[in-house]
Nanobody, 122 residues
Framework: QVQLVESGGGLVQAGGSLRLSCAASGRPVSSYAMGWFRQAPGKEREFVAA????????YYADSVKGRFTISRDNAKNTVYLQMNSLKPEDTAVYYC???????????????WGQGTQVTVSS
């Protein structure tokens, strides 16, 4: 079992930045691909970014490419999502997830955190 806890969310003005963290416990995340997803009110959960277990490969949704950066520190059992140039449409609950295969499909991921709220004001 892997437990995931997200942190770093909050309220920020458009154009600002936030860095989300996802701390894992239970088992080392070095064996897992990690992903970030988000869900806005009234919308389905959508893929944001993913990173392979080694960190060698990263994947991004077109809507965040060039603004968000996913990274991982396996020694700290933590994954990060650096979010720059935030827009009001980035407002959502952000979830991290761990699974065997990095990618945009939520079915790839077995373990999920509880989420952290990100609100971007215009």
């Amino acid at each position: 079992q892997v437990q995931l806890v997200e942190s770093g969310g909050g309220l920020v003005q458009a154009g600002g930045s936030l860095r989300l963290s996802c701390a894992a416990s239970g088992r080392p995340v070095s064996s897992y691909a990690m992903g970030w997803f988000r869900q806005a009110p009234g919308k389905e959960r959508e893929f944001v970014a993913a990173i392979s277990w080694s960190g060698s490969y990263t994947y991004y949704a077109d809507s965040v490419k060039g603004r968000f950066t996913i990274s991982r520190d396996n020694a700290k059992n933590t994954v990060y999502l650096q979010m720059n140039s935030l827009k009001p449409e980035d407002t959502a609950v952000y979830y991290c997830a761990a699974g065997r295969l990095a990618g945009s499909e939520s079915n790839n991921y077995t373990y999920w955190g509880q989420g952290t709220q990100v609100t971007v004001s215009s």
